[in-house]
């Protein structure tokens, strides 16, 4: 894997010249992207208006308002035949592209990894809340169906969340036939099924005492049925068959505590799937690579000892 410094310093060198000059960063240059859907996605709702990229702040280098999905296409010199699915975070409000999805997807681009960062619709932004996962199972059979194309083997491609992003990836994972749209055309008859899931600080648990995150409130309300807190809590689709899982988070995290991925992990282990779980003293949240200073930037190794190591179902 390469250095993770030399990332880290150019998307900081970027963002602080942005920042310093109050502007909105810009969308980080991908060589392509990949439309979602033909025509009009499915689900109802939607926002009007253009496309906001988030400007100095917390929600600096996030994008929202999407109207129209799509994955950024990062392609490698050197393929190595995997590939990620990369979901950033945001509470389902809004995507952390310049924190969190980009700066690993270009770290896995330079070890050798066809990633594709995900682009999707929001509830916020006026859509139905199943839309995130109607777009993560379209981009997972996508991916698949042009495997041969970007020189990847069609039974290594993972997926990759943070945050809400992982809770995305991880229902991804675990209901990756979930019927949530109809689609006639050939991609269809792709399997959405990662061959592996990395959870990074992830929402699991929609139940209390876990019922404060904005990702529960924008999935099923402020008010929710038990039935829909069951529905949408990753835990409750653990199965044997599940992708095998890496999940990583810290400690000191006060949005997403460690229960979180705790539940899932003895979740899975219970089933007999492969878990695996890593949790940090110190980071807190929306750590995306981390600092220097931070054992948890250590963490893009551990995902690659474990990916190197994995035997995939």
Known sequence: ???????????????????????????????EEILLWP??????????GPEKLGGPGSGYGA??????????????NAPNGKAVLVCGGGGYFRIQLWKESTPIAK????????????????????????????????AMKIIRSRAKEFS?????IGIMGFSAGGHLAGYTALRPDAALYEGADAIEIQS?????SVLLFPVVSLHKPYDTTRTRREIIGKDPSVAAQEKWSLDTHATKDAPPTIIISAADDSITPPGHGIALFQALNGKGA????????????????????????????????????????
Request: charged share 20%.
């Open 152 to 156: 990847i083997r069609a039974d290594r």
């Open 39 to 48: 025509g009009r996605a499915p689900g109802n709702g939607g926002p009007t």
């Open 192 to 196: 959405a099924r990662p061959d592996f």
């Open 1 to 31: 894997m390469i250095s993770r410094r030399t990332i880290l310093r150019g998307t900081a060198g970027l963002a602080g010249a942005s920042a310093a000059a109050g502007l909105a960063p810009a969308l980080a240059h991908a060589e």
């Open 274 to 313: 492969a878990a695996e779980l890593h949790i940090f003293e110190e980071g807190g949240h929306g750590w995306g690579l981390g600092t220097d200073n931070q054992i948890l930037s250590h963490w893009p190794k551990i995902f690659e000892n474990w990916i190197e190591k994995r035997k995939f179902n």
């Open 63 to 76: 994008v929202s308002n999407i109207a129209t999905p799509r994955m950024r296409v990062y392609r490698p």
């Open 107 to 138: 770290l896995l681009q330079l070890g050798g990894y066809t990633v594709f960062e995900l682009i999707y619709r929001l509830p916020n932004d006026g859509w139905d809340a199943a839309v995130p996962f109607m777009d993560a199972q379209r």
